[in-house]
């Protein structure tokens, strides 16, 4: 049921990963220390964007009821009720496009957005902090609704989104992921971290760490869009470990 989705203890960790992150986003490796990162718990004590598009996306569900979700009317959800906070290029250019639209004639046209998307042509990462509440809500259709909500703002990023959705689903392991992400061995894909496969081989990376202190000093050590990827990396060592409440 809707009402008991929070109570996952791996969701609480995409939170703390995202908060923690933040004290190193955008920078090189080995810059921020352990302590320091520690530090974003209470610096960023809600996250950033990532978190709060996941804490969005789970209110509106629980709000209008399973029978009642639908994709343009989380677009206009999430647009109006976004926390203020520094949200990527993407989202802040379908933000846009969402307030004009509603203020204009009131009414959201799907595949006008997706065009608008596609032209656009996102490959951003911030689509996949709905990967895991899209595969626990949505069950057997969720890569159908990942592939209609990710289609209206990160066009290109819709196979990342799906391998997301998938591995949350029980569906793809880590390594099936890392090798998916990049199908060559690298071990540069931190610095592609803003775009979605390079956040996704990231956070299955760091997932792979014995401990979640290990996953996060990893992160550090990579450096990137570290808070984009440590939220999603935690939540899948936990998925991984079947880490419950």
Known sequence: MLKDRRSYQSIKLYYIGDSIGAMAEGGAGKTVS???ALTGLKAYPKGTDESDTARLFIRYCEEVGDDNISVTGWYAYHAQSRMFTTYGKTWR???????????KNGQLDYDHLVALSKDRGSNGNGCLALAYPIAKIFGDNALE????????THYLAMP??????EFFQGKQTLDQVIEKAFPSERDDGWKLTPL???CLWAAAVIAKETTLKEAIQKALDMGGDVDSY???GL???AVDRHWKC
């Open 93 to 103: 250019d379908h933000f846009r496009t969402i307030e004009y639209i509603l203020k």
């Open 160 to 165: 990342s989104m799906q391998l997301a959705v």
């Open 235 to 237: 939540l899948m060592w």
């Open 196 to 198: 979605s496969h390079g």
């Open 230 to 232: 440590l939220s999603l």
């Open 34 to 36: 352990y302590e320091r």
């Open 145 to 152: 609704v990942a592939d209609m909500i990710t289609a209206g």
